[in-house]
């Protein structure tokens, strides 16, 4: 049988996985073992999660295994149809994504005919009891292993109510990325969260299903600093870069199990939201998908992996805005206190989440581009090495003022000043910082333009100073501005996601987010020549001042080019062409989606100042009502911080 | 010595002397001119006099330990009784009538209204010795060690003995002459209390060892807060009989319509700045031979009700804390006439040529940005002091380039801090890092001339490590909040948030 072409998995994680899923699996069978057929079959149908742990018990266990032989009726389910849908076809090379496997199992129900062998239920489960342990392997090994007969999935499916099961699919494939999912093309998925779905939170199977969840719940984040990760990723090797797959590969799942029981912490009623139910799901499917790939032994397995990875990262991008509605809807469920540490805790980890997936999958698109021996330009990974204040300052202000003039109208935004140690260097991850600094920038430049009282005699706005200080550990970026400060009232709301939850309506607007300033300033092509160049002029003396001028003028800056305006701040990979892929995932978001610049989400603060938080650093702001707000934002430069992250 | 005289003239807000009270010479009435006019008279004296505080005499310390209170029910009885809090309304005597505020006391206090007055004294008389036993029953239940120390001992005494002698004072306070002598009672008590605040300092630093630091937090920030609350009503009792006096007197009309007891409504933050400001850079001139420029811009015009000396001490324990650090970081950095950049990598505009002596600069709310960063010709950068009116409240900022405070400082500066002082006055010397100032500059300045500084600057504590905690309470004493932003290598903003007392008066509880 299958089970001698087992790999022997060695993987900590998958052990403990097997042990508590196998028992799990074998109560629930138990119970069921005596009905109808066809009630067994719905029931497994809707044990999508139980089953896929227990999909997790082909690691050589055999004791496990044999305790779940006796219970062969359970194993009809979506992953082993999806797992068996890849193998008939032999077509996948790759891991199976989530959407795949859904429309593959829509597939099989609307088109298979029933097999004419397979009669009774008892043979359909021996049989698929096979392919159920071998799923997760043939994921990834199919060209080592020739076609099996796989029709009997499809002899389950007509005892089976058909709706259900295209609820079920529908609410998935929307999740996920639409346009690769063949049967259920869904552009718009906002549209689709407006109906809540998914009947399957509420049967009782979701509930014992969620014991595979607990091994990981018990384990401790294993955190990093930005250290480790620049001094692991420098001269990438072979075996360094499974490393890092497989550490990625054991970590995620971890950390998704801690937020995804932050989610059944949350009350009930909150769960039933849509949104948040949307978002509980994805997180489900990402842990269970994670969890499921054995551990990654060759580049081609890595490369499979990060695919994957990349195409989760890609179906989260609509969490920000998913979560922030539905916290706006939950509001009067919560009290704002907890809902403001659920959502910081729920960025963080994503932060979390995302630096250690994108790490792993620029480092190994780095080390797969031919020449990445070359490529060490300062960037490891993510990271940069020699982040100077005076270019992040300058291209941020840039991207700001760019904003600001499209939403208000071709106002010109005030200038700003960069004075202090403007030219110590750092190491960092050039992303979190320019989302900081381009939301204060934003932010000044708003309230300068909206309040600030302009020189009589030059008709100018007050400027805005950046004052960079660099201390022992850290460097602190001051960002003053003259533009009215923030009323007390204001104030009081600044940080927080809950006490004004109609800050959130404008997520109704968008469906992705990024949280990056890439998505945010990416702008028609065709207006390239609305940058700004920055001038530097030397004031008096020694003065860094850096001025933006008026408006359109020419672009005379040499170092900013209008062909990069779609990305500008993508300075990431080494080389552009072969970090098209690499960045495809960060920039997800359509322009359109904020071509209304002035589309003001609430949430630029508060998720700014969970970036600055990640590492150790902070983020303040302080106001003088009456006359202009000054913030603070701190950052450790050594990088020797572990990740702030609260388990 | 020379600590006593300030500290007396700053918490004790020297009772508003007439005429002279008035916008300009506001600070001088309180501590300023009389620091000023110690350090003229003997500037050596306060550098040299402070090594040993000597609270109190051979006689005074017998008398310290005939304290016996332990049959004394009266104590207890009246802590039991609930503080009556009463509105900053009513201290000012604006409560009596519907007529708006303003109105009210254009005519009544101002008037020296013999009514006014007399509410404020018997509402006094009545709850003053609540809070009196309050704070001795807290001060009772301290640990038995702690006091037995002489200095906690002695103050234990000065409250039991005010408490005493207020309840044994007539209960009526029927007129004129009943006003004066209540007037007269409170006034010596509030004397004989000025030295409270050093020798609780000296007396908690000598008992670090027997308490939990948090517990000698909470126990000071308690009795700081309550001892405020007393001197407020006491003082507001004493200077609205003064004031009263003052215009029963004097045949001219009352000029102060704007002063009421220890309030000012029409107080101008920027003039009292300035005034702090030219007395710090005096001490610092005198203590380090230089002192950076003050900048004072924003909204500079501004005015709002506020308790003048309050805002004078926080005013100057504040600009004390960035004027010395900015000399002391300049002479760190080697920042100097010639060399304004000193060797650190921050730029500067070259020295201004400002002549000395106007070394208070009051700029229009469009400020020059150069002002704010040019040094003067010792190479010192100014200390830049931003006022800012909104809607509820004045937020004055105070940037310096002193350095910022040191990782390991920062999370103590709020603390009671009993170190900067530890190495001149505790003789047993317990292993810590005291000999850093709280701005964590290696100073050339340690010793005696830091210490002057200290104890001759800000009035009463500085040195003693309670400059910036008392300072956050007392800005927090009436709404208000303090935040310090330490840049560190570069310099330290400060945030004080001050409502209007006058936007509060309904529901301000004193």
Known sequence: MAMNRLPQTTSRCQRLYSSASSSCAFSLTTSCSSRTPATTAAVARRTPRLISGSTMTTTGNKTAASALGQCRIVTRTKHYLSGTNTI??????????????????????????????????????????????????LLHRTNQQSSQPIHIASSTFPSMPNSNLNTTSTTTASAYSPQSSPLFKMNNPASIVKQPQARRRYSP???????????????????????QL??????????????????????????????????????????????????????????????????????????????MVKGLLNDHLVVIPQLALGIMECSKHIPAAQVDQFMSKMLRSRISRRVLAEQHITLTSNFNSPNHMMTDRGYIGIIYTHIKPRDIVERTALLAADTCRQASGGMTPPKVFLDGNIDAEFTYIPDHIEYILYELLKNSMRFVMQNGKRDPATGELPPIQVTVCEGTHEIVFRVSDKGGGIHPEMESQLWSYAQSPARFANFEKISKMAATVQEQVAQPSSSPSTSTPFQETDGQGQDENIVLPPPPAANKNPTYHPSEAAMPLDRHAPSRNQSAQTSSFSTATSPQQYKNQSLHLGIGLPMSRVYAEYWGGDLKVFTMHGYGTDAYAKFCKFGNIYENFDS | MGLRLTERNTITPSIPAGPSWNNSTLVQSSSVVTSMALRSTGSSLATTTTTKREFFTNSEQKEVEDVVSFYDDKVTQYANQEIQTVTLKTLLGLGRS???????????????????NLDVARYARKELPVRLARLIKATQKLPFIVGTNPYIKRVYKLYYDSFQSITASPEEIRDKDDLDRFAALLKGLVESHADVVPMLSQGFLECKKYMAKEDIKRFLDDMIRARIGIRLIAEQAISLREQRHEHETSSVETPHDDIVGVV??????????????????????????????????????????????????????????AVRATVEHSQKMGRSALNPHGNGPDRHHPPTNRESGNSVVIVNQDDDQDVTKRPNEFGHPPVEVTIAQGDHEVTIRIR???????????????????????NENDSSSEGSSSDDSPYGVDSIFKGVSRLAMQAGLGGPIAGLGFGLPLTRIYAQYFGGDMHLVSLQGYGCDVFLKLKQIDESLDDLQI
């Open chain 1, 88 to 137: 008939s076809s032999s077509t996948a090379t790759t891991i199976t994504t989530g959407r795949k496997g859904y429309s593959s199992l829509a597939t099989a129900a609307h088109s298979h005919q029933p097999h004419p062998s397979i009669t009774n239920a008892n043979a359909a489960a021996n049989t698929s009891r096979t392919y159920q342990q071998e799923s997760p392997q």
């Open chain 1, 230 to 307: 620049v001094f692991f990723g420098r001269n990438m090797q072979e075996d360094k870069l499974l490393k890092s797959a497989n550490y990625v590969r054991t970590e995620l799942p971890i950390r998704l199990a801690h937020r995804i029981r932050d989610f059944q912490n949350l009350p009930f009623i909150v769960g039933t939201n849509p949104h948040i139910e949307l978002v509980y799901d994805l997180y489900w499917q990402a842990f269970e998908k994670i969890a499921k790939v054995p551990e990654i032994k060759t580049l081609e397995e890595n490369d499979a992996f990060c695919e």
């Open chain 2, 264 to 321: 000012h409504t029409e107080l101008r933050p920027a003039d009292l700045i300035k005034t702090c400001a030219s007395f710090v850079q005096e001490l610092c001139d005198v203590n380090y031979g230089s002192s950076p420029e003050v900048v004072i811009n924003g909204q500079t015009d501004t005015t709002f009700t506020y308790v003048p000396v309050h805002l004078e001490y926080i005013l100057c324990e504040l600009l004390k804390n």
């Open chain 2, 98 to 116: 519907g007529s708006s505020s303003h109105d009210q006391h254009q005519q009544g206090v101002a008037a020296g209204d013999l009514a006014i």
């Open chain 2, 400 to 422: 310096d380039h002193g350095g910022g405070i040191s990782r390991e400082d920062f999370d103590a500066i709020f603390d009671y801090s009993f170190t900067t002082v530890k």
């Open chain 1, 205 to 227: 199977q979701h509930f014992y299903q969620n014991r595979i969840l607990d091994p990981y719940v018990h384990q401790a984040v294993s955190p990093i600093t930005l250290r």
